[in-house]
């Protein structure tokens, strides 16, 4: 027994030293070589699902009939997946020269003084709108009066460009996470966002309860009793029915579970073809068949993928449709 306690001990010590040793090499590889930095588990993580589930079959389907512009970053977010998988320390090199000289032009810093109550100004929403300001203003026009659904709210970002940036009618800002809401809530009162309609539900397939997993930005729900957190879930389909609207625009940024909320609102695309903003970098699930998904519901659409944060190597990538 006690050679067990002092085997654990030196065990205990080796795993101090070894933490230590760590945070010393990353300290010097940022003193000394300030263009690394280091790989998250999220990124890991990611590159590790990317990495399974990509194949030619996949990759042919995702690219059929989409311009030369989502092409090239199909392939480059597939390769930059394959180096987040491999590599530890991430080369900032990897930025393309397009993405470098949109770092030095772009600034949210006016953002921040106008609106310091969300304390989120990414730049994907302010700088991109969430990828509405890459759609033809003549398809955002006829969108003007219509509902939106605001899908992934978070602390109100998504929900100022939209009532203060556009005429759509009624926005329906879905935010399920408690703290989130609360700021949502503040955040329309505070800065008067009249047309704001905030729902404290996730998105899904149908009504059902789901559990919050993760912090901060990267809150997602699970259908699993593995969160923190209860809470309830709604559909597209379902919402628009009950609250009788024509839908213009779903922007949809939730963490992994587009998959099932456009599911959820399969009808909707169906019969109102609204402008459709979807992040498809989560998982590999959403990359590469919410697009094909999306053509057979309604063959009409335009589609493209943008990249619409040039400080993110592979997140913040979304699918357009109009």
């Known amino acids: 027994m006690k050679i067990l306690n002092k085997l654990k001990s030196y065990l205990s010590v080796y795993a101090e030293w070894k933490s230590y040793a760590g945070f010393v090499l990353t300290k010097y590889l940022f003193m000394h070589f300030k263009e690394l930095y280091l790989r998250d588990d999220v990124d890991f993580t990611r590159s590790c699902d990317f990495s399974i589930n990509t194949d030619d079959k996949k990759m042919h389907e995702l690219k059929r009939n989409l311009d030369k512009q989502s092409v090239k970053l199909i392939n480059t977010m597939i ?179 587009e998959y099932d909320a456009i599911v959820g609102a399969s009808a909707v695309i169906k019969k109102f073809k609204p402008i459709l903003l979807i992040s498809i970098y989560h998982n590999s699930k959403d990359f590469f068949e919410i697009k094909p998904m999306i053509q057979k519901l309604n063959s009409k659409y335009r589609l493209k993928i943008r990249k619409i944060n040039p400080y993110s190597l592979t997140n913040e990538v979304v699918l357009i449709a109009y």
């Open 79 to 257: 390769d930059r997946q394959k180096y987040i998988h491999t590599h530890n320390l991430i080369a900032t090199g990897i930025f393309d020269k397009t993405e470098l000289n949109i770092q030095k032009k772009i600034s949210v810093r006016k953002y921040k003084k106008q609106y310091p109550l969300t304390g989120s100004y990414p730049v994907e929403t302010f700088i991109y709108h969430n990828g509405l300001a890459l759609v033809p203003q003549d398809i955002v026009d006829k969108a003007s009066g219509l509902a939106a659904i605001d899908a992934g709210a978070f602390r109100g970002d998504s929900a100022i460009i939209l009532s203060t940036e556009y005429k759509f009618g009624e926005i329906f800002s879905f935010e399920p996470e408690d703290k989130n809401f609360e700021i949502l809530s503040l955040v329309k009162s505070e800065y008067n966002l009249t047309n704001v309609q905030t729902v404290k539900y996730g998105l899904g397939r149908n009504n059902k309860y789901s559990y919050i997993t993760g912090e901060g930005l990267g809150q997602a729900l699970s259908a699993t009793n593995h969160g923190s957190k209860r809470v309830q879930t709604t559909s597209i389909d379902i919402f628009s029915k009950e609250h009788d609207l024509n839908v213009g625009l779903i922007k949809m940024d939730i963490e992994g579970s």
